[in-house]
C-alpha cells in the first residue's frame, strides 16, 4: 500500500496510451501530430513534423516510459518507430521530410527534426546499447558536422533546412547568414553532448563547442540582462528554442567545468522565471504566441531546472517540484467528457486527417497550446484557438516526466518530494495531504540527505518525532544505516496573484500544490477539481525499482 499521491511512473504509462494512438495505418504507421478538441468532431490531422521530429520525439519516450514503468507493453509501438525511422535518412546521413498528396512541403532535411532523431538515437543507445542505433547515430553526427558552414570563430547552418543537393542557396553561405541559431544550433548541444558522454564521439563534442561559442558569444539570441531578443530574426522570442538552448548549454558548461557559462545561462533561466507563472505556464514567445504555452518549453524549464540544481544551485529543486506538480501533469488529458468525436470514418480523409476516437487515442497527451486555467487556449488575442495536441508535446511530456523522476533521489540524496522506488531508496510522499515523507532504506548507508522546502520552515520539522540534523549544504541529515524512518512537516497555505501574458490570476496553493485558480479555465478548466484530505488516501501500486539507471 502506497500514498495515493502523483506518481510519474504512472503518469508516463498513461502517456503511453497518446504515443500509441497516435501512428496512422493509412500512412503505413506515420504519426498524425495536430489535434483539435474543440471541432465538432474533434480531428487528428497530419503535418510536416510527422517524420524525423515526431518519430524521433516519440521514440524516445517510448524509450524513457519502458524505462520508467518497467513495462513493454508498448513493444510493438517501440518497434514500429525503431523500424520506420531509419528510412527517413537519406544517403548523406541527415533525416529528411516525405511529401504527402495532402500537402505541398517540400522532402529537405529540417534541423529541428535533426536535434529529435540525434535525441532519440541516443536514448536508444543509451537505453539498450543497440549496435544499429550507434551506426545511425555516428553516420547522423557526421552529416551534421560536414554540412556545418565553418569560419573562424563560428560554426553554423545558414538555413532552416538541408537538401540532397546541398544549401538551398549559395548566396546565404556567401553573405555568412546564420539564421535563429538557437532554433537550428543550440537546441542539438543537449543530445549530441549526451552521445559523445555514452560513446566519446569527438565530432558530437567538438559541435557542442563551437555551437555553445556561437550562441554565447556571435549570435546574439541572449540579451545582455539574460532576456530573449524579441526580433523577428529570432523567433520573437520563441520560448521552446531559446530554453532548450539554455538546456544544452547547462550541461555543456557542467561537463567542461566552465563556471561563466553556468551563470550565463542561470542568469537567462532566472529571466525566463519571471516571464512564466509560480505554476509553470509559460508564453510560447514574446509576440503573437506569447498567449499560448507550449509543453515542450515546461519540459525545456525542467531540464534547465535539474542541471542547474544539480550543478550545486539546489535552490532550483523547488521550482522544479512545483512544475511537476502542478503544470506539467495538470496539462495531461485524463478527462475526456468534453471532447466529441466522429461516429466512424466518413468524414475522414485517409492519409491525412481522422475523427475517429480522437479522446479515446489521445487520452494521456500533453496540451499542445493552452492557458493558464485550461487545456485549451481560445482567446480573442494572438493567434487565437489553433491546436491543443501536438505530438512534439506528447513525447516531451514523457521526457519533463522522465528529468523529474529520475532527480527525486539522486545516490543518497532526496531532492523532490515525490514517490519513487530506488534500489537503495524508496521514498513515499503524503503531500499535499500531509507534510509527510516515509522513507525505506534498502542498503547500507552511512547517511540520507532530504531536501525540506522552504515553506515548511525547519521549527516544526521532525524525523520520527525527533528534532532532525542539518547538513551543511542545507539539506536535512539523517543517520539511519538501514530501515524506515518519517519525516513530518506543516504544510503552508498561501495565495499568490499570477501574471501571464498580461492576465492576473488568483492561485491558491498548499505547498507546493495549486489547489485552487480564478478566474476558472471554460473549455477543459484546470486546478478546479483537485482535492485535499486531512490524511493522503492510500492505494494497492508496485513500485518499478529499476535494477539499473539511466541518465540524461
Not at 545582455?224 to 526580433?231: I, K, L, T, V
Not at 508564453?283 to 542547474?308: F, N
Request: glycine share 10%; aromatic share 10%; charged share 25%.
Amino acid at each position: 500500500m502506497i500514498p495515493d499521491t502523483l506518481l510519474l511512473e504512472e503518469r508516463a504509462a498513461l502517456a503511453m496510451n497518446a504515443v500509441a494512438g497516435l501512428p496512422d495505418p493509412d500512412l503505413g504507421g506515420v504519426p498524425y501530430f495536430w489535434a483539435n478538441l474543440l471541432a465538432r468532431p474533434a480531428s487528428l490531422a497530419h503535418g510536416d513534423w510527422d517524420y524525423g521530429s515526431s518519430h524521433g520525439r516519440l521514440l524516445d519516450a517510448c524509450l524513457l516510459a519502458r524505462h520508467m514503468t518497467g513495462r513493454d507493453d508498448w513493444k510493438e509501438v517501440e518497434a514500429g518507430f525503431k523500424e520506420r525511422l531509419p528510412t527517413f535518412f537519406g544517403p548523406d546521413g541527415l533525416s529528411y521530410r516525405r511529401r504527402n498528396p495532402h500537402a505541398d512541403w517540400e522532402p529537405n532535411a529540417n534541423l529541428i527534426d535533426q536535434r529529435a532523431v540525434i535525441l532519440s538515437l541516443t536514448t536508444w543507445y543509451v537505453s539498450d546499447g543497440d549496435p544499429e542505433a550507434r551506426r545511425l547515430a555516428d553516420r547522423h553526427v557526421a552529416a551534421l558536422k560536414r554540412i556545418a558552414i565553418k569560419e573562424r570563430d563560428a560554426w553554423y547552418y545558414p538555413a532552416s533546412e538541408y537538401t540532397p543537393d546541398g544549401w538551398p542557396s549559395g548566396n546565404a553561405v556567401q553573405l555568412h547568414l546564420a539564421p535563429d541559431p538557437a532554433s537550428f544550433c543550440g537546441r542539438l548541444i543537449m543530445p549530441l553532448l549526451r552521445y559523445h558522454q555514452a560513446t566519446g564521439n569527438e565530432d558530437a563534442l567538438e559541435l557542442c563547442a563551437w555551437f555553445a561559442r556561437l550562441i554565447v558569444d556571435r549570435s546574439g539570441v541572449f540579451l545582455p540582462d539574460g532576456g530573449f531578443n524579441a526580433a523577428l530574426a529570432y523567433r520573437s522570442g520563441h520560448f521552446h528554442t531559446r530554453l532548450g538552448t539554455l538546456e544544452g548549454l547547462a550541461r555543456y558548461a557542467a561537463h567542461v567545468g566552465d563556471h561563466a557559462l553556468t551563470a550565463f545561462v542561470k542568469r537567462s533561466y532566472d529571466w525566463a522565471l519571471g516571464q512564466a507563472t509560480a505554476f509553470g505556464w509559460t508564453p510560447g514567445d514574446l509576440a503573437g504566441q506569447r498567449y499560448e504555452h507550449e509543453s515542450c518549453s515546461l519540459v525545456d524549464l525542467i531540464g534547465v531546472g535539474t542541471t542547474l540544481a544539480r550543478s550545486g544551485h539546489t535552490e532550483y529543486w523547488g521550482v522544479v517540484e512545483r512544475f511537476l506538480r502542478n503544470h506539467l501533469t495538470e496539462s495531461q488529458l485524463l478527462d475526456l467528457d468534453w471532447v466529441e468525436s466522429g461516429p466512424d470514418a466518413s468524414a475522414d480523409v485517409p492519409g491525412w486527417v481522422t475523427h475517429v476516437r480522437v479522446g479515446e487515442r489521445l487520452r494521456g497527451a500533453f496540451a499542445g497550446y493552452g492557458a493558464p486555467n485550461d487545456f485549451v487556449c481560445d482567446v480573442e488575442l494572438g493567434r487565437g484557438h489553433t491546436a491543443d495536441v501536438q505530438a512534439c508535446c506528447v513525447g516531451s511530456g514523457v521526457r519533463g516526466l522522465f528529468w523529474g523522476w529520475n532527480s527525486i533521489v539522486t545516490g543518497n540524496r532526496i531532492n523532490l518530494l515525490l514517490t519513487r522506488a530506488t534500489r537503495r531508496l524508496t521514498v513515499l510522499s503524503h503531500l499535499p495531504h500531509e507534510g509527510r515523507v516515509d522513507v525505506e532504506v534498502h542498503e547500507e548507508l552511512p547517511e540520507v540527505r532530504m531536501r525540506i522546502p522552504a515553506w515548511a520552515g525547519y521549527a516544526k520539522v521532525r524525523v520520527d518525532g525527533r528534532e532532525p540534523e542539518w547538513a551543511a549544504d542545507g539539506y536535512l541529515l539523517v543517520r539511519v544505516p538501514r530501515g524506515r524512518f518519517t519525516i513530518t512537516f506543516p504544510v503552508a497555505e498561501t495565495t499568490s496573484t499570477e501574471v501571464a501574458a498580461d492576465r492576473e490570476y488568483r492561485v491558491r496553493w498548499r505547498g507546493d500544490d495549486v489547489v485552487g485558480i480564478s478566474p476558472e479555465g471554460t473549455a477543459r478548466p484546470m486546478y478546479s477539481g483537485r482535492k485535499v484530505h486531512p490524511s493522503a488516501p492510500v492505494r494497492e501500486y508496485a513500485l518499478n525499482r529499476p535494477v539499473s539507471e539511466i541518465s540524461w
